[in-house]
């Protein structure tokens, strides 16, 4: 289409590496990017293609949050949370805990707004938590999946753009992407990676 780059037209977008130095931890080195064809020569990039299967999320399934993980949560990412909440909510941890655990298990119901993310070699979900208003994604939460006790267990809380890209690597096109996960590029631009951990 005229007008639009070439990533949005539904051509296909290589990576493409050298093998690195068995003495360093990363296996590869990026050479470039082609939108297109192969950028090497006999090689069918269809070959290398990934596909995603993503799994669903059951809202009959608990969310479970394992109370070793309690500090992680409420106090690692404190600044995180005053930004959202404020001073008062996030010095009291009873009303702290109460706020986030009532709009997970809202959203648990109506899971309409979970998506899933690939993160550290495997799925998972982000559940947009609404904890100002109704209508605005202040938060996520990273749901890592028990199949063994079918349930999901809360891990973190991230700002939505610290999520973006792990949710937005596993879908063909910004349509099958849930509205809330939608961040103007100021937004993504801005965001801040210098935390340590999750």
């Not at 130095?21 to 470039?32: H, L, M, P, S, T």
């Not at 993503?54 to 005053?82: C, G, M, S, T, V």
């Not at 979970?114 to 938590?129: A, H, S």
């Amino acid at each position: 289409m005229e007008g639009k780059p070439d990533w949005l037209s539904g051509f296909p977008v290589q990576i493409y590496c050298n093998r690195n130095d068995d003495k360093y931890r990363q296996k590869w080195n990026f050479v470039g990017v082609k939108i297109g064809e192969s950028p090497i020569p006999g090689v069918d990039a269809a070959d290398y293609s990934v596909c995603y299967d993503a799994p669903q999320f059951n809202p009959k399934w608990d969310i479970y949050i394992d109370p070793r993980n309690f500090r992680h949560i409420l106090e690692d990412n404190r600044d995180r949370l005053r930004a959202v909440l404020g001073e008062d909510v996030t010095k009291n941890p009873h009303r702290l805990f109460r706020t986030i655990y009532g709009e997970v298990m809202l959203e648990r119901k109506e899971a309409a707004g979970v998506i899933p993310q690939w993160y550290m070699g495997g799925y998972n979900f982000l559940m947009p938590l609404s904890l100002t208003q109704p209508d605005s994604v202040d938060l996520t939460a990273a749901l890592t999946i028990d199949d063994t006790m079918e349930r999901y267990q809360l891990r973190t809380l991230l700002l939505p753009q610290y999520a973006y890209a792990n949710a937005r690597a596993i879908v063909k096109s910004k349509a099958q992407f849930a509205a809330w996960a939608m961040l103007d590029e100021s937004t993504l631009n801005s965001a801040c990676y210098e935390e340590d951990g999750e």
